[in-house]
């Protein structure tokens, strides 16, 4: 009998009685319960933490019926059970201090009367260390806390600082009880999706270690492709698997490349490649970052970051390109030692965040979505016959559609990287091979489009009354486009008006 998909499922015992398709990751169960005692792990979204915590629930409790013919089976310790507490903040939203005190205060007290364990304190914090005591001293075992999404009260209020940093101080001070009950407890785990430095949420829980980047975990989470092709054979007749791998699989957590899991059973179940992770939350927060500071949109694809800023994160001082690989929308491609620390370069995991991503910052740009659409329709059908005369008229209608109060705010039609940043998202979105400042040996070119084996090379200025000959001549003075040499190359110049606020100037030519 075929397995079912275990679409949208979190519950392991569900998934091992009910005939649902199981990827084996005991072994990691196994390895993390030997050797330590505090863990941290942040994974994107929708990745299967939850899964995680209710396996790692399951064993401790001494569920061995759920794990047979499984890793774990025969590398666990069944003779010992343990007492388990959960807690999950991913369920619901907190907007207020007194409703997150409320949310902590019902899941400690659920458990509390689920266990017939009286607590008489009345702080909260003084509630969870009395829970753990009693209950520890009840089992005559020590106890085992898993707390699932810990960080999510805190991200759902990072529009306002001053009610995410109260946030994160009361949760600050209720994981901070943990280190004072050592000798109660047997086995912590924190996951989440952004890892906040030590100084701010775990000063007072230092102990914990964090295996987010830890190459031996890198698989503890998500589908490598040799689980995929074993755990889902029956679903994969007539599934061109390099598109599946193109579209989905991609991120790094310094070991084996993973596929998201969330997108692999949508897909298996529709045999229709979308943006199903990216569709289900992407943070209006996000976007409005990277629109604010800046942002030089074409750089996502090859970023550098030192180690120090790629773990950094806080509500004083949030830096995008940060929270872009935290939230998963940027992914590890290398990993270097450089004066004395490391260095990693970021991009885009797959093809669902490389066309997705730019489509969702368009569209900030432009409330009049079918607007948008027909600017898109238009460079869609240059691409494909190959006109980029007709280019000059779709961006001028598409820059003409961002109400002109928007530049109110800020300043960026003065900034040279806002056009080429827009100009790159046109493209990107279309899913076509988008390269952005691909370096020749005098310099580099803005941008490629590379389609159907035709190279369109674009050069952006930002000047008044050039008619992008200016632009031109550069990609032809600096030769950007003898690389290409036996391949059809179109040389394209733009010129932007910083007082139009839109495209001044467009010349083209055959390389």
Same mark, same amino acid.
């Given at each position: 009998?075929?397995?079912?998909?275990?679409?949208?499922?979190?519950?392991?015992?569900?998934?091992?009685?009910?005939?649902?398709?199981?990827?084996?990751?005991?072994?990691?169960?196994?390895?993390?319960?030997?050797?330590?005692?505090?863990?941290?792990?942040?994974?994107?979204?929708?990745?299967?933490?939850?899964?995680?915590?209710?396996?790692?629930?399951?064993?401790?409790?001494?569920?061995?019926?759920?794990?047979?013919?499984?890793?774990?089976?025969?590398?666990?310790?069944?003779?010992?059970?343990?007492?388990?507490?959960?807690?999950?903040?991913?369920?619901?939203?907190?907007?207020?201090?007194?409703?997150?005190?409320?949310?902590?205060?019902?899941?400690?007290?659920?458990?509390?009367?689920?266990?017939?364990?009286?607590?008489?304190?009345?702080?909260?914090?003084?509630?969870?260390?009395?829970?753990?005591?009693?209950?520890?001293?009840?089992?005559?075992?020590?106890?085992?806390?898993?707390?699932?999404?810990?960080?999510?009260?805190?991200?759902?209020?990072?529009?306002?600082?001053?009610?995410?940093?109260?946030?994160?101080?009361?949760?600050?001070?209720?994981?901070?009880?943990?280190?004072?009950?050592?000798?109660?407890?047997?086995?912590?785990?924190?996951?989440?999706?952004?890892?906040?430095?030590?100084?701010?949420?775990?000063?007072?829980?230092?102990?914990?270690?964090?295996?987010?980047?830890?190459?031996?975990?890198?698989?503890?989470?998500?589908?490598?492709?040799?689980?995929?092709?074993?755990?889902?054979?029956?679903?994969?007749?007539?599934?061109?698997?390099?598109?599946?791998?193109?579209?989905?699989?991609?991120?790094?957590?310094?070991?084996?490349?993973?596929?998201?899991?969330?997108?692999?059973?949508?897909?298996?179940?529709?045999?229709?490649?979308?943006?199903?992770?990216?569709?289900?939350?992407?943070?209006?927060?996000?976007?409005?970052?990277?629109?604010?500071?800046?942002?030089?949109?074409?750089?996502?694809?090859?970023?550098?970051?030192?180690?120090?800023?790629?773990?950094?994160?806080?509500?004083?001082?949030?830096?995008? @390109?940060?929270?872009?690989?935290?939230?998963?929308?940027?992914?590890?491609?290398?990993?270097?030692?450089?004066?004395?620390?490391?260095?990693?370069?970021?991009?885009?995991?797959?093809?669902?965040?490389?066309?997705?991503?730019?489509?969702?910052?368009?569209?900030?740009?432009?409330?009049?979505?079918?607007?948008?659409?027909?600017?898109?329709?238009?460079?869609?059908?240059?691409?494909?016959?190959?006109?980029?005369?007709?280019?000059?008229?779709?961006?001028?209608?598409?820059?003409?559609?961002?109400?002109?109060?928007?530049?109110?705010?800020?300043?960026?039609?003065?900034?040279?990287?806002?056009?080429?940043?827009?100009?790159?998202?046109?493209?990107?979105?279309?899913?076509?091979?988008?390269?952005?400042?691909?370096?020749?040996?005098?310099?580099?070119?803005?941008?490629?489009?590379?389609?159907?084996?035709?190279?369109?090379?674009?050069?952006?200025?930002?000047?008044?009354?050039?008619?992008?000959?200016?632009?031109? @001549?550069?990609?032809?003075?600096?030769?950007?486009?003898?690389?290409?040499?036996?391949?059809?190359?179109?040389?394209?110049?733009?010129?932007?008006?910083?007082?139009?606020?839109?495209?001044?100037?467009?010349?083209?030519?055959?390389?």
């Amino acid at each position: 009998m075929k397995k079912k998909l275990p679409i949208g499922l979190q519950n392991l015992r569900e998934m091992r009685t009910q005939g649902y398709v199981y990827i084996d990751k005991t072994a990691h169960v196994a390895r993390l319960a030997e050797e330590g005692k505090y863990y941290f792990l942040a994974r994107p979204r929708r990745f299967g933490k939850s899964l995680l915590v209710d396996t790692l629930a399951e064993a401790f409790a001494g569920s061995r019926e759920l794990f047979e013919g499984l890793y774990l089976e025969q590398h666990w310790d069944w003779s010992r059970q343990y007492p388990v507490l959960r807690f999950d903040f991913g369920r619901g939203e907190a907007h207020t201090p007194v409703a997150l005190e409320a949310k902590i205060a019902y899941q400690l007290n659920t458990q509390a009367e689920a266990l017939q364990i009286p607590l008489t304190e009345a702080d909260i914090g003084n509630r969870f260390d009395q829970l753990v005591t009693r209950l520890a001293e009840r089992a005559g075992a020590p106890v085992v806390v898993l707390i699932d999404e810990y960080d999510k009260p805190i991200l759902d209020n990072l529009h306002d600082p001053d009610l995410a940093r109260t946030m994160r101080e009361m949760l600050k001070d209720f994981y901070s009880v943990l280190k004072g009950l050592d000798r109660h407890l047997k086995f912590v785990l924190l996951t989440g999706v952004s890892k906040f430095s030590k100084v701010s949420l775990f000063s007072g829980l230092n102990n914990l270690k964090d295996v987010t980047l830890d190459p031996r975990t890198a698989t503890l989470c998500g589908y490598t492709h040799a689980e995929l092709i074993s755990g889902f054979a029956e679903y994969l007749d007539g599934v061109d698997l390099e598109e599946l791998r193109r579209w989905y699989n991609g991120y790094n957590f310094l070991g084996e490349p993973v596929y998201n899991p969330f997108d692999v059973l949508l897909y298996l179940d529709s045999r229709e490649f979308k943006p199903y992770w990216f569709e289900t939350g992407t943070p209006t927060f996000l976007i409005e970052q990277l629109r604010a500071r800046q942002i030089y949109l074409p750089a996502l694809e090859r970023l550098w970051l030192g180690e120090e800023l790629l773990g950094r994160f806080d509500v004083e001082r949030i830096e995008p @390109e940060t929270l872009l690989f935290q939230t998963g929308y940027l992914t590890i491609h290398e990993r270097i030692w450089e004066f004395d620390t490391y260095r990693y370069r970021l991009g885009y995991p797959n093809q669902e965040v490389r066309v997705s991503l730019p489509r969702a910052i368009l569209n900030s740009y432009v409330p009049d979505l079918m607007a948008k659409e027909r600017s898109r329709d238009r460079i869609a059908r240059a691409l494909q016959q190959d006109d980029p005369a007709a280019l000059e008229g779709a961006f001028q209608a598409f820059f003409a559609s961002i109400p002109h109060n928007w530049y109110r705010r800020n300043d960026l039609a003065g900034y040279e990287g806002y056009w080429a940043s827009l100009v790159y998202c046109l493209f990107a979105a279309l899913g076509v091979e988008t390269r952005a400042e691909e370096v020749s040996h005098l310099g580099q070119v803005d941008l490629v489009i590379e389609y159907q084996g035709r190279i369109w090379l674009l050069e952006f200025k930002l000047a008044e009354d050039h008619g992008g000959q200016r632009a031109l @001549e550069q990609i032809k003075t600096r030769g950007y486009h003898l690389r290409y040499a036996g391949q059809p190359v179109t040389l394209i110049g733009m010129d932007f008006s910083r007082e139009q606020r839109n495209l001044v100037g467009f010349a083209w030519e055959r390389g």
